[in-house]
């Protein structure tokens, strides 16, 4: 179900994402809460000193730049300048899925891990790229029909025009082991995706992942929750749960066809993996969003 979201102030709005999958607001001077979530997918388009810290490397920026956010990868970020102005978007993967899959999204040198996701932009194309941003702005509250799809289409152009640019390669070091563990780990699981009823999910415990990245299921534990913060089994949950939801509400399969394809012998082991996770059943959580 879809749902019009209304914006009141923007500065204030960081904390919820609509039903819709995205938010896109204007960022005020000393307002670091900004930046401050990171379980969606981000785009900031910012100005003045920011220092970004990662779990292998740190990154101090000034000036114009972009910074691309990705959920799997937990980092902070301290606004170090008292001036500092721009834009943010926060997006769901399941929002742009329908435009981009998801694999190719994490695999984009601008969210993969150990990628480049910060862009020193000059004054053009500073001024280019905030337009885009002021569009979607401008079109967030609109009732035009196609909305969607144009934010889509918005920030696909972000992301094909940092693409275009070269990335700052100064700001980073060269990417360690665990991160080239973490980084194939996060590939083979999102290569499992989207389902479809005639192929069952067959590589779905670390162990499982383990055996194909020919690793030590230690080894992977530790290089996974080194670099992303949240352990290898938690990746795999939440990926399982968020294909079950695009299964619920995008899909006439039965619970029974669902709980196959994502490799449950049973539909009743379903309904209590998904019901622990997202704290609805199956059915309920249908109900509520087709």
């Known amino acids: 179900m879809r749902m019009n979201y209304k914006r009141e102030k923007p500065v204030q709005k960081a904390g919820n994402i609509p039903s819709q999958g995205y938010l896109v607001y204007e960022i005020h ?21 920011h220092l970004i810290e990662y779990a292998d490397r740190g990154i101090e920026i000034n000036g114009n ?15 170090v300048s008292t001036d500092q102005a721009g834009y943010s978007i926060l997006f769901t993967e399941q929002f742009l899925k329908t435009g981009i899959s998801s694999e190719s999204l994490q695999q984009s040198p601008l969210f993969r891990i150990g990628g480049t996701p910060i862009f020193n932009l000059s004054g053009e194309q500073r001024d280019y790229i905030a337009g885009i941003f002021r569009k979607m702005i401008g079109e967030q509250d609109s009732d035009y029909i196609f909305k969607e799809e144009l934010m889509r289409n918005c920030i696909n152009l972000i992301i094909h025009e940092a693409l275009k640019m070269h990335p700052s390669e100064g700001y980073f070091k060269q990417k360690n082991a665990s991160a080239r563990i973490a980084s194939l780990f996060m590939e083979l699981l999102e290569r499992q995706f989207p389902v479809d009823s005639q192929r069952q999910l067959t590589i779905k415990t670390p162990h499982d992942f383990a055996d194909v990245l020919a690793v030590h299921v230690n080894h992977l534990n530790r290089s996974v929750k080194e670099i992303t913060g949240k352990p290898t089994s938690l990746h795999i949950a939440e990926r399982i749960v968020t294909e079950a939801k695009s299964l619920l509400e995008h899909t006439d399969w039965s619970i029974t066809e669902i709980a196959y394809a994502l490799g449950f012998e049973y539909p009743t082991h379903f309904n209590t993996y998904f019901k622990k996770l997202t704290g609805k059943a199956p059915t309920a959580y249908r109900t509520e969003n087709v």
């Open 29 to 49: 001077t000393n307002t670091a809460k900004d930046y401050s979530r990171k379980d969606f997918y981000k785009i900031c388009l910012v100005s003045g000193r």
């Open 65 to 79: 730049n972009l910074f691309f956010g990705t959920p799997h990868i937990p980092y902070s970020w301290e606004v």
